[in-house]
Protein backbone atom coordinates (compact mmCIF):
# COMPACT_ATOMS: atom_id res chain seq x y z
CA UNK A 1 0.00 0.00 0.00
CA UNK A 2 1.62 3.11 -0.87
CA UNK A 3 2.40 5.50 2.01
CA UNK A 4 0.41 9.13 2.89
CA UNK A 5 2.43 12.08 2.00
CA UNK A 6 3.03 14.08 4.85
CA UNK A 7 3.84 17.92 5.65
CA UNK A 8 4.40 19.34 8.77
CA UNK A 9 5.57 23.54 8.77
CA UNK A 10 5.64 26.23 11.45
CA UNK A 11 6.51 29.55 10.77
CA UNK A 12 9.68 29.07 12.39
CA UNK A 13 11.06 25.84 10.59
CA UNK A 14 9.52 22.47 8.50
CA UNK A 15 8.97 19.88 11.24
CA UNK A 16 8.09 16.76 9.03
CA UNK A 17 8.12 15.95 5.09
CA UNK A 18 7.69 12.36 4.16
CA UNK A 19 5.71 9.18 3.87
CA UNK A 20 3.63 8.04 6.17
CA UNK A 21 1.22 5.36 7.39
CA UNK A 22 -1.27 7.44 8.94
CA UNK A 23 -2.05 11.03 10.66
CA UNK A 24 -4.30 12.09 13.37
CA UNK A 25 -4.44 15.80 14.39
CA UNK A 26 -6.76 17.86 16.34
CA UNK A 27 -9.17 19.07 14.03
CA UNK A 28 -11.41 21.99 15.36
CA UNK A 29 -14.64 19.34 14.94
CA UNK A 30 -12.71 16.81 16.70
CA UNK A 31 -9.34 14.29 16.24
CA UNK A 32 -9.27 13.16 12.75
CA UNK A 33 -7.64 10.13 11.30
CA UNK A 34 -5.75 10.36 7.75
CA UNK A 35 -4.76 7.44 5.63
CA UNK A 36 -3.48 7.05 2.67
CA UNK A 37 -6.43 7.62 0.15
CA UNK A 38 -8.24 10.00 2.27
CA UNK A 39 -11.04 12.43 0.49
CA UNK A 40 -9.65 15.68 0.20
CA UNK A 41 -10.76 18.03 2.77
CA UNK A 42 -9.88 21.41 4.60
CA UNK A 43 -9.86 22.08 7.83
CA UNK A 44 -8.68 24.53 11.30
CA UNK A 45 -6.66 23.05 13.87
CA UNK A 46 -7.18 23.76 17.93
CA UNK A 47 -4.27 23.09 20.49
CA UNK A 48 -3.48 19.49 20.78
CA UNK A 49 -1.09 16.65 19.39
CA UNK A 50 -0.48 15.64 15.92
CA UNK A 51 0.48 11.85 15.83
CA UNK A 52 2.57 10.80 12.81
CA UNK A 53 1.87 6.89 12.38
CA UNK A 54 5.39 5.27 10.48
CA UNK A 55 5.13 2.38 8.22
CA UNK A 56 5.66 -0.31 10.88
CA UNK A 57 3.82 1.37 13.70
CA UNK A 58 6.57 3.79 15.07
CA UNK A 59 4.42 6.83 16.34
CA UNK A 60 6.21 10.51 16.57
CA UNK A 61 3.72 13.19 18.58
CA UNK A 62 3.77 17.03 17.82
CA UNK A 63 2.50 19.17 19.80
CA UNK A 64 0.34 22.39 18.00
CA UNK A 65 -1.17 25.03 18.51
CA UNK A 66 -3.96 25.64 15.96
CA UNK A 67 -3.23 26.06 12.36
CA UNK A 68 -4.75 24.68 9.36
CA UNK A 69 -4.85 21.39 7.60
CA UNK A 70 -5.29 20.11 3.73
CA UNK A 71 -5.59 16.97 2.48
CA UNK A 72 -5.46 16.83 -1.44
CA UNK A 73 -4.12 13.87 -3.91
CA UNK A 74 -0.92 14.59 -2.94
CA UNK A 75 -1.29 14.29 0.44
CA UNK A 76 -1.24 15.94 3.68
CA UNK A 77 -0.22 19.42 4.78
CA UNK A 78 -0.33 20.97 7.99
CA UNK A 79 0.47 24.36 8.57
CA UNK A 80 0.76 25.50 12.30
CA UNK A 81 0.65 28.33 14.31
CA UNK A 82 3.16 26.68 16.94
CA UNK A 83 4.43 23.76 16.41
CA UNK A 84 7.36 21.79 18.84
CA UNK A 85 7.95 18.13 18.76
CA UNK A 86 6.35 16.39 22.53
CA UNK A 87 9.75 15.32 23.31
CA UNK A 88 10.99 19.14 23.48
CA UNK A 89 7.91 20.15 25.50
CA UNK A 90 9.08 21.01 29.03
CA UNK A 91 7.24 22.75 31.67
CA UNK A 92 8.73 25.63 30.89
CA UNK A 93 7.50 25.65 27.51
CA UNK A 94 3.91 24.50 28.58
CA UNK A 95 4.06 27.64 31.15
CA UNK A 96 4.94 29.91 28.54
CA UNK A 97 2.05 28.51 26.66
CA UNK A 98 -0.67 29.50 29.23
CA UNK A 99 1.29 32.94 29.74
CA UNK A 100 -0.05 33.77 25.87
CA UNK A 101 -3.03 32.02 26.39
CA UNK A 102 -3.75 34.32 29.65
CA UNK A 103 -3.02 37.22 28.25
CA UNK A 104 -5.17 36.87 24.89
CA UNK A 105 -7.69 35.97 27.29
CA UNK A 106 -7.51 39.42 29.27
CA UNK A 107 -7.50 41.21 25.92
CA UNK A 108 -9.74 39.35 24.45
CA UNK A 109 -13.20 41.79 23.62
CA UNK A 110 -16.50 40.22 25.40
CA UNK A 111 -18.29 37.75 22.92
CA UNK A 112 -16.68 35.08 20.31
CA UNK A 113 -13.10 36.33 21.23
CA UNK A 114 -13.13 35.49 24.55
CA UNK A 115 -15.18 32.62 24.06
CA UNK A 116 -12.47 31.18 21.66
CA UNK A 117 -9.62 32.60 24.02
CA UNK A 118 -11.38 30.61 27.04
CA UNK A 119 -11.15 27.60 24.85
CA UNK A 120 -7.64 27.71 23.85
CA UNK A 121 -6.53 28.39 27.45
CA UNK A 122 -8.53 25.43 28.92
CA UNK A 123 -7.42 23.39 26.32
CA UNK A 124 -3.85 24.40 26.76
CA UNK A 125 -3.90 23.31 30.47
CA UNK A 126 -5.92 19.84 29.64
CA UNK A 127 -2.44 18.89 27.43
CA UNK A 128 -0.61 20.38 30.07
CA UNK A 129 -2.04 18.01 32.76
CA UNK A 130 -1.95 14.92 30.03
CA UNK A 131 1.62 15.43 29.13
Sequence with gaps: MAGLHFELVSPARLLFSGDVASVTLPGTEGEMGIYPGHSPVLTTLRPGVVTVTRDGGAAERIFVKGGMAEVNPQ?????????????????????????????????AKPGEAQRKATEVLNQLKALQSAL
Design 75 to 107: GLTLLAEVAIPVAEVTADVMARQIKDAEQDLAD
